[in-house]
Each structure stands twice: as structure tokens, then as C-alpha cells.
């Protein structure tokens, strides 16, 4: 009878410690073993990226070539900022591409919602005359071109011998956020 109680002992130890070491493999050994694993590739990629860098002086002139073109593509968004008068900027930019298209600019003037210190945008009235054809091709000269502009609404008045007039509304960048 004791070698049947000691076997069902010895049985029950064995169960129990089985137990046990799969909770501690589950909970601890598993989990830390993935974070080991996870630690190694981190560090791998630093050091991989690490020698790239070091090893290429080319890699840095890339970065500063980026940076470079990401300050230029702000100061195209941003460029009424960097004159002194952003009106007159804009009528000496919108100037040019008249000259260019053919149509006149009758008049030039800014919003009063322009000047609110909170606004992003600085917002402009411009009066032109001339032909259809002439107009759209103003149009596309400043949606293509190299200054940012944005324009919120065109309004068409039927002129005289092909002369129309177009009423519209521009606007600009004053900061990216």
C-alpha cells in the first residue's frame, strides 16, 4: 500500500512541476526570448544603417539635397511672405502673365478677411478684360505655375466684339502650418 500511495506521490510531483515549468516557459521564457529576438534585429538595422551612413558621403549629400528642395517647395507656397508689399508682389507676378497671355488686368484688390491676423490666406479681387481663349490660357499659366495660387471662384460678364470681363477671386499662402 505505501509503494501505491509513494508512485501516486512521486506521479502528483512530477504533474505539479510539469505545471510549473510550462507557466515560467509561457509567462517569462517565451516573451523574453521574442523581446531578445526583437532587441538583436533592432540592433542589426542600426548597425547596418549605421556603416551605410558612414560608409557613403553621398547618403548625407542626399539628405541635404531633400531638405533643400523641401525648403524650396515652402518658399514656393509661402513666397508673398518674402516680399515686402505681398499686393504688389502679386500684381507684378499676375503682371507678367498678362503680358504673356494677352488680357488685361482692369483692377487688383485685397479682401478685408485677408488682413485678420488669424487667417492662413491672403485673399485678392482681380477685374480682367479680354477674349475667352486669352483668359483660359491666364487661367492655366497660373494654376501651372511656379508660385502658388489658388483660385476660389471666376465670374464671367458677357462684353462687347469678344471682350469679356472676368471677376476673380485669388488666394495665397500667407504660412504653412
Known sequence: MKEIIKGKWIFWALFS????FSFFYVF??????NFILKSKTDKELLEYNYLKIKGSPKFVNNILNTVAIAE????????LNYEDDPNFALYQYLENISKNTGVEIISLSEEEKSKEKESLYYFWNLKLMG???????FIHNIETGEKYLKIEEIELIKGEEGKNFYNIKIAGIKEVK
Open 72 to 79: 524650396d517647395k515652402i518658399k514656393k507656397f509661402e513666397w
Open 17 to 20: 512541476y510539469f505545471i510549473i
Open 131 to 137: 477674349d475667352y481663349s486669352k483668359f483660359l490660357s
Open 28 to 33: 517569462v521564457l517565451i516573451p523574453q526570448k
